[in-house]
Every structure is written in structure tokens, then in C-alpha cells.
């Protein structure tokens, strides 16, 4: 079999595909033939060079999807604008996902995260990095500038990803809009009183004007 010259084209090719298989079919209703069918002539063997599994697709599209606008890079090279209003307009900026069309892909994702503790493994590990490379870097700004009351960046940075990335992480632990809306409002008031008042009225209208529907659909996963 010849060497694939294009592989990063090819990979695209697959998420592309999967995605707006997802989105039209459903991720469980979505087949491996299905996404092979939409690929415009690659074969399946070429798509299992890529990926052992459509759960496999699943966890890199949601990566890409939650991960790709670099919205904390953006938000650092604003201008005008103090550490804290930055870590803002990034948080929101990155909260594409809770809008509804992306809702399947992400109750889908619960059901992964839940069957393979391998990608929680991952998560923990991305939560590392993105602490030094994203976080640290905007509370020390926020610091230096006195928007942010703690001299502590690292250690909020890594509270801040645990907090966001793992207890409310629905993937993780699973909540009714009730519940969901009980954890924001607690996570704000831990951390207006540690001195960085992230969750304004702003950022809590952009989490809870999306419409979860988070619980109605986990029925349909749950084993």
C-alpha cells in the first residue's frame, strides 16, 4: 500500500466527515461505514491507519472542537484590557461547547469518559499543561496589575482547571441543570474569596443561557 503523502489532510478529511455525521445522525446511530461512505473515495483501511475506533474519532474531534480557537492566546495579546478581564473573555470565548448543537457530541463524550478511564487520564494530564501554558501566565498579569488578589498563580491555576475541567465537567460528573447551576455559584464564591473574582454576572449568564438538555439525553446513554 502506498505511503500516505497528506496524512494531516486525511485526518481532517475523517473529522470533518464524522462531525457532520454526529451532528446529523447522532454519534451512536453514526457507523465507521458511514463515516468510510462520506470521505470522497479514501477507503476504510485508510481511515483504521488513523483511528482504532469511532470512540477514538469521538475523543479527537472533541479535543479539536474545545481546544482549536486558542482562545486564551487570543485573549493575552488584547491590549487594554487587565489579567482578569482577559481570563473573561477567553472563558467565554471557549464556551462554544455548551451551545446546543454541540450538546450530543458532548453527552456522548460523558458515556466515553465513563466506559474508559483512560481519557480522564487524559484529561488530568491536559489540566497540567494547560495550568503553565494558558492559565499561570494571565494570573500573573492579573496579579502584577491588581485586578487579581493572590500572589499564588500557579496553585489558582491549578485549582481553576480541577474546578472546570474536572467536578463541573458533566463528562466527569454527571448534574442536572439544577445541580450544574449549584456548582457555578459555589465555584464563585470559593473564588471571589480567594481573591480572583472570574465568574462575574457576564460569564454566569454565557453558562447558563445555553440549554443544556444534558439530563434528558444521558437517559439514553446511561448502562
Do not use: C
Not at 482562545?71 to 473573561?88: I, P, Y
Not at 503553565?132 to 501566565?137: G, V
Not at 493572590?150 to 474536572?166: C, P, R, S, T, Y
Not at 449549584?182 to 465555584?187: D, F, G, W, Y
Amino acid at each position: 500500500m502506498p505511503r500516505n503523502k497528506y496524512p494531516e489532510e486525511t485526518v481532517q478529511k475523517i473529522l470533518d466527515a464524522s462531525l457532520q455525521l454526529f451532528l446529523e445522525k447522532g454519534y451512536e446511530k453514526t457507523t465507521v461505514l458511514d463515516i468510510v461512505g462520506n470521505l470522497g473515495g479514501l477507503t476504510r483501511g485508510a481511515f483504521y491507519h488513523h483511528f482504532k475506533s469511532k470512540e477514538e474519532v469521538l475523543e479527537a474531534l472533541t479535543d479539536k472542537l474545545f481546544r482549536e480557537d486558542d482562545s486564551f492566546e487570543r485573549a493575552r495579546k488584547e491590549t487594554g484590557l487587565t489579567g482578569l478581564q482577559k481570563m473573561k473573555r477567553a472563558i467565554i470565548n471557549q464556551l462554544h461547547f455548551v451551545e446546543p448543537k454541540y450538546q450530543s457530541l458532548v453527552v456522548a463524550h460523558m458515556s466515553l469518559v465513563e466506559k474508559n478511564p483512560q481519557v480522564l487520564a487524559k484529561i488530568i494530564v491536559e489540566i497540567r499543561e494547560a495550568v503553565a501554558e494558558y492559565l499561570q501566565p494571565l494570573i500573573e498579569e492579573g496579579i502584577a496589575d491588581g485586578s487579581i488578589r493572590n500572589n499564588n498563580a500557579k496553585l489558582l491555576g491549578e485549582l481553576l482547571q480541577l474546578f472546570g475541567n474536572v467536578w463541573m465537567n458533566p463528562s466527569v460528573f454527571p448534574a442536572t441543570e439544577t445541580e450544574a447551576f449549584e456548582k457555578l455559584m459555589l465555584t464563585k464564591q470559593i473564588f471571589d474569596g480567594l481573591g480572583l473574582p472570574l465568574f462575574d454576572d457576564e460569564v454566569i449568564a454565557r453558562f447558563t443561557s445555553a440549554e443544556w438538555g444534558f439530563e434528558e439525553e444521558m437517559k439514553g446513554t446511561s448502562r
